[in-house]
């Protein structure tokens, strides 16, 4: 496992942005697929958005795509979600998390090992 810790959270009106940091401990770049994931108070934990840090290739939720963007730093030792357009149904705890892939994309579906603490994000109407 990799020791993983999410920033950035807050509270934003809606229409506003945030951008969330996952840093990641050291050994991550053996990890090919990183990604932020969701839980929502009363519903199961959700993908938001994966990237695989050889290929770049990245997998948003529908919900998401078009206002969410995910992304790398160039040393791979910190991810990002940037947020835009939020709406109060966004309104969550947001945890990154890492895994190994043998496929050059990663599905929310697939097992991943490392788990951060969380950021909570709060966005009112």
């Known amino acids: 496992q990799v020791k993983l810790m999410e920033s950035g959270g807050g509270s934003v009106q809606a229409g506003g942005s945030l951008r969330l940091s996952c840093a990641a401990g050291?050994?991550?770049?053996?990890?090919?697929?990183m990604g932020w994931f969701r839980h929502i108070a009363g519903k199961e934990r959700e993908g938001v958005a994966t990237?695989?840090?050889?290929?770049?290739?990245?997998l948003y939720d529908d919900s998401v795509k078009g206002r969410f963007t995910i992304s790398q730093d160039d040393d791979k030792s910190t991810l990002y979600l940037q947020m835009n357009g939020l709406k109060p149904e966004d309104t969550a705890m947001y945890y990154c998390?890492?895994?190994?892939?043998?496929?050059?994309?990663?599905?929310?579906?697939?097992?991943?090992?490392?788990w951060g603490q969380g950021t909570q994000v709060t966005v009112s109407s």
């Open positions: 998390a890492a895994g190994l892939s043998r496929n050059s994309y990663c599905l929310f579906g697939m097992f991943f090992e490392s």
């Open positions: 050291p050994y991550t770049y053996r990890r090919a697929c």
């Open positions: 990237m695989h840090t050889g290929s770049g290739t990245t």
